[in-house]
C-alpha cells in the first residue's frame, strides 16, 4: 500500500506539488489524470527519488515506511518501479545484459541469491513472448533505435521481471498506435495481481478504456481535486478539465 | 543532490589509490650508477654481455640524444625532468640470468602471483585448456626473470626471448631488425631507450607458421628512482601469425618514476601481427603526486604485401601517458588497425593516438578511440592519418568518442589529416559526451547503484574495443576500467 501525506514538493523555487494527499490500496489500479502541468509526472518522479526535487514536508510511505530518505536504488529494491514517458538510452549494452544487471542488483540488495542463466533466460523469453518482443531485440542496445512501441514495450517487460510491488506508468499510452497500446495494456493487465498496485498517469481516457482502473483522481495545481470510480474518467473525457481550470480562477 | 554534483564531490574526495598493484618487493638490488654517462652505458652493456656492435649502436643513439630536446607539442604539462637523477639499470642481485624458475628469486616470483601472472608452466598446463595457454616473459626492472614455454615454442619455430639473450644468440637477426621502423634518431625518449634500454622481448616467427599460443610480456618497476626502459621487437616472418600481449604494473610512490619504452613490429608479406596492451601503471594520488610518466614509442611496419598489423591497446595508468602506437602501410594492400581505450582519473594526463601512414597502394587503416576522462584528469586523442602521393585507394576511417564524468575533466580530440593523393578517401567521425543525470536515474531507477549503473554505462561505451581484446585479456580489462573509475561516480 502507497500512502502519500501532504506532500510539498518544489524544483528551482518553483512549488509544483502543494499539499498531496493519495493512497492507493494494494490490488489497486489508480488512474491519476490531469491538464498539463499540473504535476503528475513531478508526483512520479519524486516517488521514484529523481534527485532534482525538493521535498519540503510531507511523507511517502510504501506499506508503512517512509520511502523518502531512500535511494532511487534502494526504492526500487522496496519494489517502486517506474515505466518512463521517455525510456533512456544506454548505447552498447545490450537490453539482456541490462535486464540481467537490474534484476540480480535487486536480489542482491534483498539478500537473495542472484539467478542462475538458464533461469534467467526462461523468464526473460516467457515474459518477452506474452509482450511480442523479438528476441533480437533483447539483442540490441538498450532503447537505442527502438521505435516509441518497442520502448514502452521494454518498460513492461522490465515492469515484469522486477516484480515491483508498486507500478507508476508515466504516461505510457504517449507515442503509441493502437497495436502497441493493445500490447502494452495486456502485458500490464497480466500482471494485476492482490499484491502489486498500479499509479496509471494519463492526459486521456484512451488508455483507460484498456487498462480499467479502480479509482480516478484528478490532479490540479500540484493536488488531488477529485476522486471517484472508472466514471470520472468519462466525465473527464466529456468535459475537459475547464471546470478545474475556473475553480482555480475563482 | 543531483547525481552530477555528488559525482564531482566524490571526485574530489577521490583517492586514486585504489591501486591495488601498489606493495613493493624487497629484493636486493644491483644498480647502475645514478644518472647517464658513457660509462653507464658501458655499464648496461658489459652487464648484457654485448657484443661491440651493440654497444656502439647504444653510444651513437647517447651523442644523438645529448644534442636533442625533450618534445613540448603534446597536451601535458610536468616538471622538469632530471635525467642525472635516475638510475638506467637494476636488476635482482646473484641472479643475472636464471636457467630455471628454482634460480629465481621467490620474493620475485610471490610478486607475480600477486599480480597473477602464472610463471609455471607446470601449474599452466594443469589447470589450463591448451589452446588457452600463454606463454610469458616476465621483466622485472631491467632484466627479464623467466620466460616460459620456451622449449614449446622453439618446436613450431618460434623465438621469444629476452631481447638481451636473442642479441648473444641471433645478432643477425636483430641486427637486420633492430631500429628499421624507430630509427635511433627518431625522437627524444626513443634515442634515449636506444641508448639505454635494458630488456623486454624479442619474437620472431617463420614464415608461414602461426604461432601456437599467445606471446604475453608483464613488465613490473619496482625499484625507486629507476627508469624503465624496455625494447620490444616482433618481426613476422611472410605469412605468419603472432598475437601478443603486454601488462604492466608498478608500486605506489611518491615521486615521478620514468618509463621510455620502444616497441618495433615488423609484418612482411601476407604476415599479421596483433598487438594488445593493458597499460596498468601506478597513476599517481589523488593529488597528481607520484605516477609513471609513460613516454612511449610503438610503431608497427607492414613491410610486406597484404600485411596486417593490430594495435589494441587499454590505457588505465600512468600519471601521464604520451603513446602513439602507429603503423606505416608500406606493402600494398596492407592494413592497420588501432583500437584504444583510455581511462584518465585523478590527475593523470593522457595524449594519446596513433599515426597511420599510407604508403603503399589500396592500403586500409581503421581507428576506434575511446577516451574517458573523470575527476580532474585530462584526456587527448591525437591522431594523424597520412597518404604519400603513390597511396593510390589509400582509406580510413576514424572514431572518436570521448566520455566525461564530472565537470572537471577535459577530452580534446586532435586529428591530423594529410592527403597527397586525390584517390584517398578519409572519414573521420567524433562525438563527446556525458554520463547524463537522466541515464543515472534510469539505471539505479532500476535497482542498480550509482557504482553499477556507471561501470555499466561506461562498459555500453568501451564495447567495440573490448571486443578486440583476447578474451581472458577483455575480462581484465574490464575490471580494470571498473577499478580506475571507483571513487569518479557518485
Given at each position: 500500500?502507497?500512502?502519500?501525506?501532504?506532500?510539498?514538493?518544489?524544483?528551482?523555487?518553483?512549488?509544483?506539488?502543494?499539499?498531496?494527499?493519495?493512497?492507493?490500496?494494494?490490488?489497486?489500479?489508480?488512474?491519476?489524470?490531469?491538464?498539463?502541468?499540473?504535476?503528475?509526472s513531478?508526483?512520479s518522479?519524486?516517488?521514484?527519488?529523481?534527485?532534482?526535487?525538493?521535498?519540503?514536508?510531507?511523507?511517502?510511505l510504501?506499506d508503512?515506511?517512509?520511502?523518502?530518505e531512500m535511494?532511487?536504488?534502494?526504492?526500487?529494491a522496496a519494489?517502486?518501479?517506474?515505466?518512463f514517458?521517455?525510456p533512456?538510452?544506454?548505447?552498447?549494452?545490450?537490453s539482456?545484459?541490462?535486464?540481467?544487471?537490474?534484476?540480480?542488483?535487486?536480489?542482491k540488495?534483498?539478500?537473495?541469491?542472484?539467478?542462475?542463466?538458464?533461469?534467467?533466460?526462461?523468464?526473460?523469453?516467457a515474459?518477452?513472448?506474452?509482450?511480442e518482443?523479438?528476441?533480437?531485440?533483447l539483442?540490441?542496445?538498450?532503447?537505442?533505435g527502438?521505435s516509441?512501441?518497442?520502448?514502452k514495450?521494454?518498460?513492461?517487460?522490465?515492469?515484469?521481471?522486477?516484480?515491483?510491488?508498486?507500478?507508476?506508468l508515466?504516461?505510457?499510452?504517449?507515442?503509441?498506435?493502437?497495436?502497441?497500446?493493445?500490447?502494452?495494456?495486456?502485458?500490464?493487465?497480466?500482471?494485476?495481481?492482490?499484491?502489486?498496485?498500479?499509479l496509471?498517469?494519463?492526459h486521456?481516457?484512451?488508455?483507460?478504456?484498456?487498462?480499467?482502473?479502480?479509482?480516478?483522481h484528478?490532479?490540479?495545481?500540484?493536488?488531488?481535486v477529485r476522486?471517484?470510480?472508472?466514471?470520472?474518467?468519462?466525465?473527464?473525457?466529456?468535459?475537459?478539465?475547464?471546470?478545474?481550470?475556473?475553480?482555480?480562477?475563482? | 543532490?543531483?547525481?552530477?554534483?555528488?559525482?564531482?564531490?566524490?571526485?574530489?574526495?577521490?583517492?586514486?589509490?585504489?591501486?591495488k598493484?601498489?606493495?613493493?618487493?624487497?629484493?636486493?638490488?644491483?644498480?647502475?650508477p645514478?644518472?647517464?654517462?658513457?660509462?653507464?652505458i658501458?655499464?648496461?652493456?658489459?652487464?648484457?654481455?654485448?657484443?661491440?656492435w651493440?654497444?656502439?649502436?647504444?653510444?651513437?643513439?647517447?651523442?644523438?640524444?645529448?644534442?636533442?630536446?625533450?618534445?613540448?607539442?603534446?597536451?601535458?604539462?610536468?616538471?622538469?625532468?632530471?635525467?642525472?637523477?635516475?638510475?638506467?639499470?637494476?636488476?635482482p642481485k646473484?641472479?643475472?640470468?636464471p636457467?630455471s624458475?628454482?634460480?629465481?628469486?621467490?620474493?620475485?616470483?610471490?610478486?607475480?602471483?600477486k599480480?597473477?601472472?602464472?610463471?609455471?608452466?607446470?601449474?599452466?598446463?594443469?589447470?589450463?585448456?591448451?589452446?588457452?595457454?600463454?606463454?610469458?616473459?616476465?621483466?622485472?626492472?631491467?632484466?627479464?626473470v623467466?620466460?616460459?614455454?620456451?622449449?614449446?615454442l622453439?618446436?613450431?619455430?618460434v623465438?621469444?626471448?629476452?631481447?638481451?639473450?636473442?642479441?648473444?644468440?641471433?645478432?643477425?637477426?636483430?641486427?637486420?631488425?633492430?631500429?628499421?621502423?624507430?630509427?635511433?634518431?627518431?625522437?627524444?625518449?626513443?634515442?634515449?631507450?636506444?641508448?639505454?634500454f635494458?630488456?623486454?622481448?624479442?619474437?620472431?616467427?617463420?614464415?608461414?607458421?602461426?604461432?601456437?599460443?599467445?606471446?604475453?610480456?608483464?613488465?613490473?618497476?619496482?625499484?625507486?628512482?629507476?627508469?624503465?626502459?624496455?625494447?620490444?621487437?616482433?618481426?613476422?616472418?611472410?605469412?605468419?601469425?603472432?598475437?601478443?600481449?603486454?601488462?604492466c604494473?608498478?608500486?605506489?610512490?611518491?615521486?615521478?618514476?620514468?618509463?621510455?619504452?620502444?616497441?618495433?613490429?615488423?609484418?612482411?608479406d601476407?604476415a599479421?601481427?596483433?598487438?594488445?596492451?593493458?597499460q596498468?601503471?601506478?597513476?599517481g594520488?589523488?593529488?597528481?603526486?607520484?605516477?609513471?610518466?609513460?613516454?612511449?614509442t610503438?610503431?608497427g611496419?607492414?613491410?610486406?604485401?597484404?600485411?596486417?598489423?593490430?594495435?589494441?591497446?587499454?590505457?588505465?595508468g600512468?600519471?601521464?601517458?604520451?603513446?602513439?602506437?602507429?603503423?606505416?602501410?608500406?606493402?600494398?594492400?596492407?592494413?592497420?588497425?588501432?583500437?584504444?581505450?583510455?581511462?584518465?582519473?585523478?590527475?593523470?594526463?593522457v595524449?594519446?593516438?596513433?599515426?597511420?601512414?599510407?604508403?603503399?597502394?589500396?592500403t586500409?587503416?581503421?581507428?576506434?578511440?575511446?577516451g574517458?576522462?573523470?575527476?580532474?584528469?585530462e584526456?587527448?586523442?591525437?591522431?594523424?592519418?597520412?597518404?604519400?602521393?603513390?597511396?593510390t585507394?589509400?582509406?580510413?576511417?576514424?572514431?572518436c568518442?570521448?566520455?566525461?564524468?564530472?565537470?572537471e575533466?577535459?577530452?580534446h580530440?586532435?586529428?591530423?589529416?594529410?592527403?597527397?593523393?586525390?584517390?584517398?578517401?578519409f572519414?573521420?567521425?567524433?562525438?563527446?559526451?556525458?554520463?547524463?543525470?537522466?541515464?543515472?536515474?534510469?539505471?539505479?531507477?532500476?535497482?542498480l547503484?550509482?557504482?553499477?549503473?556507471?561501470?555499466?554505462?561506461?562498459?555500453?561505451?568501451?564495447?567495440?574495443?573490448?571486443?578486440?581484446?583476447?578474451?581472458?585479456?577483455?575480462?581484465?580489462?574490464?575490471k580494470?576500467?571498473?577499478?580506475?573509475?571507483?571513487?569518479s561516480?557518485?
Amino acid at each position: 500500500m502507497l500512502e502519500i501525506k501532504n506532500l510539498v514538493v518544489q524544483i528551482e523555487d518553483k512549488r509544483i506539488l502543494n499539499g498531496l494527499n493519495l493512497t492507493v490500496n494494494n490490488g489497486e489500479v489508480a488512474a491519476i489524470m490531469g491538464p498539463n502541468g499540473s504535476g503528475k509526472s513531478t508526483l512520479s518522479y519524486v516517488i521514484a527519488g529523481k534527485e532534482d526535487y525538493e521535498v519540503l514536508d510531507g511523507e511517502i510511505l510504501l506499506d508503512g515506511e517512509n520511502i523518502l530518505e531512500m535511494g532511487p536504488d534502494e526504492r526500487a529494491a522496496a519494489g517502486v518501479f517506474l515505466a518512463f514517458q521517455y525510456p533512456l538510452e544506454i548505447p552498447g549494452v545490450a537490453s539482456m545484459t541490462f535486464l540481467k544487471a537490474a534484476m540480480n542488483a535487486q536480489l542482491k540488495a534483498r539478500g537473495e541469491s542472484e539467478l542462475s542463466t538458464p533461469d534467467f533466460i526462461k523468464r526473460v523469453n516467457a515474459a518477452a513472448a506474452q509482450l511480442e518482443i523479438p528476441k533480437d531485440m533483447l539483442k540490441r542496445a538498450l532503447n537505442v533505435g527502438f521505435s516509441g512501441g518497442e520502448k514502452k514495450r521494454m518498460e513492461i517487460l522490465q515492469m515484469a521481471l522486477l516484480r515491483s510491488s508498486f507500478c507508476i506508468l508515466d504516461e505510457t499510452d504517449s507515442g503509441l498506435d493502437i497495436d502497441a497500446l493493445r500490447i502494452v495494456s495486456e502485458g500490464v493487465n497480466a500482471l494485476r495481481s492482490p499484491d502489486r498496485s498500479f499509479l496509471v498517469i494519463t492526459h486521456y481516457q484512451r488508455l483507460l478504456n484498456h487498462i480499467v482502473p479502480d479509482t480516478v483522481h484528478v490532479m490540479h495545481s500540484g493536488r488531488i481535486v477529485r476522486s471517484g470510480g472508472k466514471e470520472l474518467a468519462l466525465e473527464l473525457e466529456a468535459n475537459g478539465y475547464a471546470d478545474y481550470r475556473e475553480s482555480e480562477a475563482a | 543532490m543531483p547525481a552530477v554534483q555528488e559525482t564531482i564531490d566524490q571526485v574530489r574526495l577521490i583517492d586514486v589509490d585504489q591501486y591495488k598493484y601498489g606493495f613493493e618487493t624487497e629484493v636486493e638490488m644491483e644498480k647502475s650508477p645514478k644518472g647517464l654517462s658513457e660509462d653507464v652505458i658501458r655499464f648496461i652493456s658489459a652487464k648484457k654481455g654485448e657484443p661491440e656492435w651493440m654497444l656502439q649502436w647504444r653510444l651513437d643513439a647517447y651523442k644523438r640524444w645529448q644534442t636533442m630536446q625533450e618534445p613540448n607539442w603534446a597536451r601535458v604539462s610536468y616538471d622538469k625532468i632530471d635525467y642525472n637523477e635516475i638510475y638506467y639499470y637494476a636488476a635482482p642481485k646473484n641472479n643475472p640470468a636464471p636457467k630455471s624458475l628454482d634460480e629465481v628469486d621467490p620474493e620475485i616470483l610471490r610478486t607475480y602471483e600477486k599480480l597473477g601472472i602464472p610463471l609455471r608452466e607446470q601449474e599452466i598446463l594443469a589447470g589450463v585448456e591448451p589452446e588457452r595457454r600463454v606463454a610469458v616473459d616476465a621483466v622485472f626492472d631491467s632484466v627479464s626473470v623467466a620466460t616460459t614455454f620456451k622449449e614449446e615454442l622453439k618446436k613450431a619455430g618460434v623465438i621469444f626471448m629476452p631481447i638481451s639473450e636473442a642479441i648473444r644468440e641471433y645478432p643477425d637477426l636483430v641486427k637486420q631488425y633492430l631500429g628499421t621502423v624507430v630509427p635511433v634518431t627518431d625522437n627524444f625518449f626513443a634515442t634515449l631507450n636506444s641508448a639505454v634500454f635494458t630488456d623486454g622481448s624479442f619474437v620472431y616467427v617463420p614464415p608461414g607458421v602461426r604461432c601456437p599460443m599467445e606471446l604475453s610480456t608483464y613488465f613490473r618497476i619496482n625499484e625507486k628512482n629507476t627508469g624503465q626502459f624496455e625494447r620490444t621487437l616482433i618481426i613476422a616472418d611472410k605469412g605468419s601469425y603472432v598475437s601478443y600481449l603486454e601488462g604492466c604494473t608498478a608500486p605506489k610512490r611518491d615521486e615521478n618514476q620514468l618509463h621510455a619504452a620502444v616497441v618495433e613490429l615488423i609484418a612482411l608479406d601476407d604476415a599479421e601481427i596483433k598487438y594488445s596492451t593493458v597499460q596498468n601503471w601506478y597513476p599517481g594520488d589523488a593529488q597528481g603526486k607520484g605516477g609513471i610518466y609513460n613516454f612511449v614509442t610503438k610503431r608497427g611496419d607492414c613491410r610486406g604485401k597484404n600485411s596486417v598489423i593490430t594495435w589494441t591497446q587499454v590505457e588505465t595508468g600512468s600519471a601521464i601517458t604520451w603513446k602513439y602506437p602507429s603503423c606505416i602501410l608500406r606493402g600494398d594492400n596492407s592494413r592497420g588497425e588501432f583500437y584504444s581505450i583510455a581511462v584518465s582519473n585523478g590527475m593523470q594526463q593522457v595524449d594519446s593516438g596513433t599515426k597511420m601512414i599510407h604508403l603503399g597502394k589500396n592500403t586500409t587503416s581503421r581507428i576506434i578511440s575511446k577516451g574517458i576522462a573523470a575527476g580532474r584528469s585530462e584526456n587527448t586523442y591525437r591522431g594523424l592519418v597520412s597518404a604519400h602521393r603513390k597511396a593510390t585507394g589509400a582509406r580510413n576511417f576514424t572514431n572518436c568518442d570521448s566520455l566525461l564524468i564530472g565537470n572537471e575533466c577535459g577530452a580534446h580530440t586532435v586529428p591530423y589529416i594529410e592527403s597527397k593523393n586525390a584517390t584517398a578517401v578519409f572519414e573521420h567521425e567524433a562525438t563527446t559526451s556525458k554520463i547524463s543525470e537522466d541515464q543515472m536515474f534510469y539505471c539505479q531507477q532500476r535497482g542498480l547503484s550509482d557504482e553499477e549503473a556507471t561501470a555499466l554505462i561506461v562498459n555500453g561505451f568501451v564495447k567495440d574495443v573490448l571486443q578486440q581484446l583476447p578474451m581472458e585479456f577483455a575480462v581484465e580489462a574490464q575490471k580494470l576500467i571498473s577499478i580506475s573509475l571507483e571513487g569518479s561516480v557518485g
